[in-house]
């Protein structure tokens, strides 16, 4: 007989009912479809979903359920996660590095479109079946994002005008892409890049099938939700300046923004000394605080109670530690937790769908597995 998990209405709910010593993470179906739905109403074109941000089944049945049948994949294991989710689901290879075994796998497994950025790596695909998409990615030294991804991937204009010219020759469907970087509040970093693929496409005499505006779409981290419309808006009229009339297709494959809000984070607190200077949590960089690590303290945080009450204290910054041995299993200092915050109590972490259980390792012991299924996520309106 199929086990079929509880559906709990609230973390606190669990919590409270189930004391948990590990760190949990808090998924609402609920959100995800509603952020789902958001990107398809508002994005003008085809919304993929990148797997890296979180390739836990749950994640890819439900966006499948939602209606979102394309997805970016960057490995053979994330290929075969998503046909295990939907053996019909079409994948985008756009990782342009890849051995030549990787390259196989993505033929077996039908990738409908990859992604180059140095002629080396377009020669590695010479057996990918002519009626595929070649998206040739390039990179510009645009600002606006939390990090550039142009510093690993992407050719430079004049490189990227090349390797169209050769896509187009070889019989391939030609295409372009790029990544404006990931969490980027400046809409105006997609209208540069959309320009740029104007003039790319103009000097290299090629008419792309389609644009792919990649992922850098901004998740809530300070509690302010981000005008996903404002980007959306902008690469519309983007497109219309750089390309005219003669519109390619557009694509977006979100990761962050689609997964994010979707999760809550709770982990224990294991110890509190110095006065309460200093916390110990039961999960850290080495877990799913990892991406917490590299994006700077969220501003939202909560302390809830072994009972499932919300402390009400004034808020003070703490130095807060993971359990691991490592002393440099630490978060970045100041994360402010409410000064009647108690060992036993856990420290809710709301937006932490994206980069927690796919990055968290089980160094020491410690780690992030366990996913609960809840109703709501909101620790404000929860209670």
Known sequence: MQHIPPLWHDPETHLARRQPDHPILYFSPRVLHQTAARFQTGFPGLVTYAVKANPHPA???N????GVGTFDVASPG???AVHAASPAAVMHYNNPVRSLAEVQAGIAYKVASWSVDELSELEKLAEVPRDCEIAVRFALPVSGAAYDFGSKFGAAPEQAVELLKRVAAEGWTPSLCFHPGTQCEDPSAWGKYIIEAGRICEAAGVKIARLNVGGGFAANRDGVAPDLEQAFCAISEAVKAGFGTDLPELICEPGRAMVSEAFTLAARIKGIRKGGEMLFLNDGIYGGLVDIRD??????VY???GDGSHRTGDARPRVVFGPTCDSLDRLPDGLPLAL?????????FP????????????FNGYGLSDVVT???LTAETSR
């Open 59 to 61: 994640v890819l049945s």
């Open 63 to 66: 966006l499948v359920a939602a």
């Open 78 to 80: 994330e290929m075969a």
């Open 295 to 300: 994006m700077g303290l969220p501003g939202r």
């Open 303 to 305: 302390v809830v109670a």
């Open 340 to 348: 009647d915050a108690q060992a036993g109590d856990y420290v809710l």
């Open 351 to 362: 937006g932490l769908g994206a980069y927690s259980s796919a990055m968290s390792t089980q």
């Open 374 to 376: 809840v109703i709501e």
